[in-house]
């Protein structure tokens, strides 16, 4: 079994050098060890539920003025460099998403940067449609301390930013969002931002997340985030917790 194991995650690791390297391997999920008479030794595995990144990504968290476009949201989003957070359920490019809950798993989550979403996004191969996007959509800290600010809204419409495909806006209205984001449309409970459920323009929405992921009584998120627990450190007030 030892040595079964071995050769699987040999052969896992050839198929992630090829890929990144720009090679055309079979889905990675068919990389599983096998039983002496050849049949597939299975195992039950869970996806990691967050894999981390660093680098360029494209950020939308606070976008408030998203535009409705049928089933999307085009969101004006920031470009931003630094550690970043990415959900594999949410990834949009079906074989990123397919090798990367085959490889970072519960069981052996990947450390940062070793997610093959996160080459994916490095080296511009994130592919949606049969389109390649150089930036995606991700969650990253940066504006968190001041803009957070959540409040529970019953159901609406809104923006989920997550793992969406991105490209640079021409002449952006807004310099300091550069990218446009194409964000898939929500209509359900979610959390609002900066003390409110409103968009800033007629005809637009949020980019947020949904209600049940913010625990509201302990003012913590219900879903596991790397790095927050030191990010709700740094937005707290210098006191001692001990009286």
Known sequence: MIALASV?????????IDWAQGGNPESVAGVVAANAD?????????PQAAVVCTGKHALCDFSRDCKVSGNTANCACWSVDEQHIVFPSKIQDLEVKRMTQAVC???HPCAVDQAPVCV??????????NVKY???STYSYRGWCDNWQPVGCSTGPWADCMAAPCT???????PERPLTCQCPMENSPFVGSNGTCLSDKPGTVISTIPLATWDFRNNKFRIYLPGYEYVQGACGILESDLR
């Open 38 to 46: 050849g049949s597939v030794l299975a195992a039950a595995v869970s």
């Open 120 to 129: 994916a996004i490095k080296t511009g191969k994130y592919t949606v449609n």
């Open 105 to 107: 798993t519960d069981a």
């Open 8 to 16: 699987s995650m040999l052969a896992l690791s050839f198929v992630l």
């Open 168 to 174: 640079e806006t021409a002449r952006p209205t807004d």
């Open 134 to 136: 150089p930036w995606v």
